[in-house]
């Protein structure tokens, strides 16, 4: 069963952060990989992060390398996507979705075998 759920969004000036959230149950076993997402206005959904609990990698797209760093709690009840140096293009609805890994570095996250998009979080980057 799908049990993700996004969370932390909002209204933030451009170099700001936010840290979104994912609750996730059963992350190590039935959701050991999760991807993070966004979708702009008049734009395709992008892969943007990616942790693994299989092999432990992690990936980030290149428009948030450096920027955005993903985590998960102690108990590893929820993941979360920290985003500093936010920047107006960052402006999106944010989603996490269980995927079945996590690309290699220079590869892309898909999320064509996405079965569901929960509501999504929406981070706004606005001066």
């Known amino acids: 069963q799908v049990q993700l759920a996004e969370s932390g969004g909002g209204l933030v000036q451009p170099g700001g952060s936010l840290r979104l959230s994912c609750a996730a149950s059963g992350l190590t076993l039935d959701h050991p990989v999760i991807g993070w997402f966004r979708q702009a206005p008049g734009k395709e959904r992008e892969g943007v992060s990616c942790?693994?609990?299989?092999?432990?990698?992690?990936f980030y797209a290149n428009s948030v390398k450096g920027r955005f760093t993903g985590s998960r709690d102690n108990a590893e009840n929820t993941v979360y996507l920290q985003m500093n140096s936010l920047k107006p293009e960052d402006t999106a609805v944010y989603y996490c979705?269980?995927?079945?890994?996590?690309?290699?570095?220079?590869?892309?996250?898909?999320?064509?075998?996405?079965?569901?998009w929960g509501k999504g979080t929406l981070v706004t980057v606005s001066s």
């Open positions: 979705a269980r995927v079945l890994a996590c690309p290699v570095v220079g590869g892309t996250l898909s999320g064509d075998g996405v079965a569901y």
């Open positions: 942790i693994s609990s299989i092999d432990g990698s992690t």
